[in-house]
């Protein structure tokens, strides 16, 4: 990053802004954290597709405080793509039959507002997930 | 900045480049392009991690866990395993000796577990040579804040009140140097970072250089700000080529943002700094003998007082800190000196660096709170002894250190219980020795060293070092006298009275702690002609066991020098002179 302009006090503190993904991930902190399940059959599902708009959305909504996770299979191989939304300290959301569109608006409701998308869920809280 | 949802670190300390991290991490960089990953994985190299047995190291974050003794074809299956299908790799995670189950992330490990990192904050958790990082975990805050709200009264208070002291080796409390070297009449002043590590198996200072030279930079312009410095110097010795190179990189970038040079940070407060590079010589890690080389003359310490403080670089106020002691100095102004203070024993606060090399599990650079026992840090830490073997002593301090042995072991370490038990801090060096250690010739490989490297300005160092050695080398070949101890002891304590500096006050330590803790293997060599370890050739003699040889010829045909005698099913005999 090659800014030639010399730095004053309160620029330290926009560098930290805009630097917070590398801190979140690197502490393993995050307010939140979506884990897209890529076993073999999620990859066959469209898990792919899945991951690549949940990245789309962090990047245009500028969130720096979610860590994006991949996992192995789930074992319920028929509901795939799927995927996970923890909060810290609260009970893990499974999501099944993911589509693109469905991920953004689970991105858009669940993790930017908290608010869980029911038609899309498969349940509240399940095995941990290493 | 450009989001990533994964983080692979890659140390790349000397120690884990050395077997081979940069390779590690070009094999990760085309397996992740590979895969189409590279716009998701970002994959950087840190500096030391501190598990340097371990290398070549990996970090993946977020999950933050721990891969070891890496190899290129390893990592195929790693990025698939792990980046992809989000399963960690369980047959490249760290298994601790004895144990069966892998431990997945670095902070469960025992090696990890115990350490509290202050200086080596940054630690193989950014990439040393982005300012950007650094400045992402609270860099160049301290000096912010330092420069903008406190007057250079307020910030030696602070670092006074923390109880810091010298982490180069003599522990001189660092707010009293900076008061004098305030206090001090002339100008310009000077301030210098001792990056002239000399000691055998010692890599504190070359591990900060490399992981965080930002830390060093931000550090010392907070000094240079409390002493009314504006000019300052790194000095580092040149068998560090990447801490140099990081160095180099890392002031280039202050420079450019402001963070050095001509009004810092907008607050009107101008401080550069030089690099200068040493040319390898032990005795250049002596203050007074540093600032000679800065000026460019030999490496030769001088009379102290006046101290450096008063008259140091071409006679001017100059306050030289060690490596260490100047990283530690940003989070003592951005924590508070109550929150340092509160770390430690009741002289020595705060944290200290020791590298552990010699014969023990976990060899690596550790930092840890002062007033840790010996057995946390060798038994705890340290992952104890290789094969099972019983621990004999640890020489502690570098080559001018002494050796502590096993009954010690329950020490708690600072500045003043090493120096009643005969040893010192120095700069951290911790050598580890097993019951197949020979103390005499520890005691003879140190004053081999210290021989050579005194700079021959006092009789006494010059002198006295290379009768010492000759003297040990004498008994470890078998010709040893019963006087010579009394000799031994002598120049000893005359070396250590009549010299200038500390390398030579203190070079007898090596002789002198050994002496006093084993004196039995002195004796045993001395007057049973005997080599208890079983280390010194001249005292080793190798017999058939009449008993239990068969006569088969085998020794015989393998001998090259025919010195075996003997004919088929009778024993035999070797020919000893």
Known sequence: MAEKKKLRIQDLAKIRERTKALTTIRESEGRAKVTVHMGTCGIAAGAREIMDALLDEMQKNKVMDVIVSTSGCAGLCNREPMATVEFKGQPPVKYVDLTPDKMRKIFAEHVLCGRLVPAFALAVGSETVY | MKQYRAHLLVCAGTGCVSCGAFKIKEALEKEIKKRKLEDEVLVIATGCNGFCERGPILMVHPDGVFYQTLKVEDIPFLVEEHLIKGRPVKKLMYIPPAEKQPIPKMKDIEFFKHQRLIALRNRGRIDPEKVEEYIAFDGYEAMAKALSEMTPEKIIAEITASGLRGRGGAGFPTGKKWAAGRAAKGSPKYLICNGDEGDPGAFMDRSV?????????????????A????????YIRHEYPLA?????????????????????????????LEIVQ?????????????????????????????????????????VINNVETWATVPNIILRGAKWFSGLGTKTSKGTKIFSLVGKINNTGLVEVPM????????????????????????????????????????????????????????????????????????????MNFLRDESCGKCVSCREGTQRMWEIVKKITEGKGAEK?????????????????????????????????????????????????????????????????CTGCLACKNACPTQAIKGTLKEVHLIEQT
């Open chain 2, 371 to 446: 007033g840790i026992t010996l057995r946390d840090i060798v038994y705890g830490i340290g992952g104890g002894i290789p094969a099972g073997r019983d621990f004999k002593a640890v020489q502690i301090g570098g080559p001018s250190g002494g050796c502590i042995p096993a009954k010690l072991l329950d020490l708690t370490i600072d500045y003043e219980s090493l120096t009643e038990a005969g040893a010192m801090m120095g700069s951290g060096g911790l050598i580890v020795m097993d019951d197949k250690t020979c103390m005499v010739d520890i005691a003879k490989y140190f």
């Open chain 2, 278 to 318: 040493g040319a390898g010589a032990f005795v250049s890690g002596e203050e007074s003998a540093l600032m000679a080389s800065v000026e460019g003359r030999i490496a030769m310490p001088r009379q102290r007082p006046p101290y450096p403080a008063q008259k140091g670089l071409w006679n001017k106020p100059t």
């Open chain 2, 227 to 234: 002493v009314g410095a504006e000019k300052g110097f790194i």
């Open chain 2, 209 to 225: 250089l490399e992981a965080d030279p930002h830390a060093i930079l931000e550090g010392m312009v907070i000094g240079a700000k």
């Open chain 2, 484 to 548: 010579d101890l009394e000799v031994l002891e002598e120049v000893a304590r005359t070396c250590k009275d009549a010299s200038l500096c500390g390398l030579g006050q203190t070079a007898a330590n090596p002789v002198l702690s050994t002496l006093q803790y084993f004196r039995h293997e002195y004796e045993a060599h001395i007057l049973d002609k005997r080599c208890p370890a079983g280390v010194c050739q001249a005292l080793i003699r190798y017999v058939v066991v009449a008993e239990k």
């Open chain 2, 244 to 272: 140099l190179k990081r160095v180099e990189i890392a002031i280039q970038q202050a420079r450019e943002l402001g963070l050095l040079g001509q009004d810092i940070l907008g607050t009107g407060f101008n401080f550069d």
